[in-house]
């Protein structure tokens, strides 16, 4: 794919999605965090829901150190994985506290230090709580950046690298938001709804549904 191409791409995305942003709902930083680390292999709307319950009780690292293991199981057993999760949550917290004074940091190797917290999420912090221009691949960007010809890849950090090499500067830092949305919504998994895709003019994809 040329250039000139991925970046009407990108221009469309930016004019059919304005306002790109987490679907997470989180009001700090460290929301943010427990929230991202809670989404694997969950969905925004079961996070969602059990930090609705979890955040007003306990949303700071010592609040949440205070819940305890046990504590935040109850907030969060009905997300996939919770008793891991859970583990990680508390591990988190005492980390924070112990190391870096409470606050999320604005650092890749200490976020990925954090258990639970691998490049995706280090990637979603960096970006969106500290405007830093990464793009965090998950299965929808993987998916849509193959497909689509943007950024194909054997494997995330393949298609990762590729979109930092890719994508233009202007675009980088709600590169990723647009791309999950449109691999939500639209260029879903079984089925992509081609026909009403905003860029399937561009795609080269080349089993494309048309209904």
């Known amino acids: 794919m040329n250039p000139q191409k991925r970046h009407e791409i990108f221009s469309r ?8 942003r987490s679907e997470l709902e989180y009001s700090s930083n460290f929301e943010l965090l427990i929230s991202v680390l809670l989404s694997a292999q969950a969905t925004d709307v ?9 955040y007003p009780v306990a949303n700071t690292p010592e609040t949440m150190l205070a819940l305890g293991e ?6 969060i057993k009905t997300i996939g994985l919770f008793n891991s999760k859970a583990k990680n949550v508390i591990a988190t917290c005492q980390i924070l506290i112990d190391k870096h004074h409470s606050e999320v940091p604005e650092d890749r190797e200490a976020l990925e230090a954090l258990p639970g917290v691998g490049r995706k999420t280090a990637n979603v912090i960096l970006n969106v709580a500290f405007g830093h221009p990464t793009i965090a691949v998950d299965t929808h960007i993987f998916r849509v950046s193959n497909r689509t010809g943007i950024a194909p890849g054997k494997d995330v950090l393949e298609v990762e690298k590729r979109l930092l090499k890719f994508v233009a500067d202007e675009f980088k830092l709600d590169a990723h938001h647009w791309l999950i949305l449109h691999g939500r919504y639209t260029c879903i998994a079984r089925k992509p709804r081609c026909g009403s895709c905003v860029i399937e003019d561009l795609c080269e994809f080349k089993q494309k549904n048309i209904d």
Do not use: W
């Open 70 to 75: 046990d504590g935040v199981r109850e907030y």
């Open 46 to 54: 079961s996070v969602n829901k059990a930090t609705a319950k979890l």
């Open 13 to 20: 995305l930016r004019e059919h999605i304005k306002q790109p």
